[in-house]
């Protein structure tokens, strides 16, 4: 176990449907990150989060929408996706984002999300 | 953009030989590297990390490599076991930022 853990594990959802994936990290860190990882593509970085406030959005659509309600907790609500969004969604945390990362990153286990 | 590739997408060995994976970066000012190993229906999990002051370091049953003249990255294991079966990748922080750079991966399957 990395400390870091994500619900649901599998998301089946269809493209007009509003679900959210959760992320919690119980190691005391600073930073949180979601990322997307589609099959054969490197990880993409789709937010990262320091001290709850958003520091990074790689041009993200807007249909994805993050929330860090406190340095533990980080949601991802997710809101007429498409079908090409069905991926593996990771969450991650590090000790903090001091603008030139030098710590490692702990990832969770994923959201496996199909969307039909 | 940065890219980090790695030279094999897939690696057979046999169990108890030595495993080899590379990784090549593109940004010069990299200077913090990560090897991840991801397991079937599990999030990358961390290995080992290296700072570009150095050019090898040693884990359990692991070692990485670093050669910033040809921005090559290698991850040694040793006495490969069959729960070291995964998907390997790197990553580089890029010098500047706060985010990492993640290769594709490499898939080590080892023959019992």
């Known amino acids: 176990e990395t400390g870091v853990t994500q619900t649901p594990r599998h998301l089946v959802m269809g493209m007009t449907n509003k679900k959210s994936l959760k992320c919690e990290q119980h190691?005391?860190?600073?930073?949180m990150y979601w990322y997307k990882q589609s099959a054969k593509k490197p990880l993409e970085l789709m937010f990262v989060y320091s001290l709850e406030e958003r520091v990074e959005n790689n041009s993200v659509p807007s249909r994805f929408s993050p929330e860090c309600p406190n340095s533990s907790h980080l949601f991802l609500h997710l809101h007429t996706l498409q079908p090409e969004d069905s991926a593996l969604y990771l969450c991650?945390?590090?000790?903090?984002?001091?603008?030139?990362?030098?710590?490692?990153?702990?990832f969770g286990p994923g959201t496996r999300l199909l969307v039909l | 953009g940065e890219s980090v590739g790695l030279h094999l997408p897939t690696l057979s060995v046999q169990e108890g030989d030595n495993s080899i994976i590379n990784c090549a970066y593109s940004n010069s000012a990299s200077d913090y590297f990560i090897w991840y190993k991801q397991e079937s229906g599990k999030g990358p999990q961390f290995i080992i990390d290296i700072r570009s002051n150095m050019d090898k370091r040693q884990g359990q049953r692991v070692t990485v490599l670093l050669n910033k003249t040809v921005k090559h990255l290698s991850l040694q294991i040793a006495a490969t076991q069959p729960g070291d079966s995964a998907v390997y990748f790197c990553?580089?922080?890029?010098?500047?930022?706060?985010?990492?750079?993640f290769g594709t991966g490499t898939s080590l399957t080892v023959i019992p």
């Open positions: 190691l005391g860190h600073n930073a």
């Open positions: 991650a945390s590090s000790q903090g984002v001091s603008g030139r990362l030098e710590e490692t990153q702990y």
């Open positions: 990553a580089e922080n890029g010098g500047t930022g706060n985010q990492f750079y």
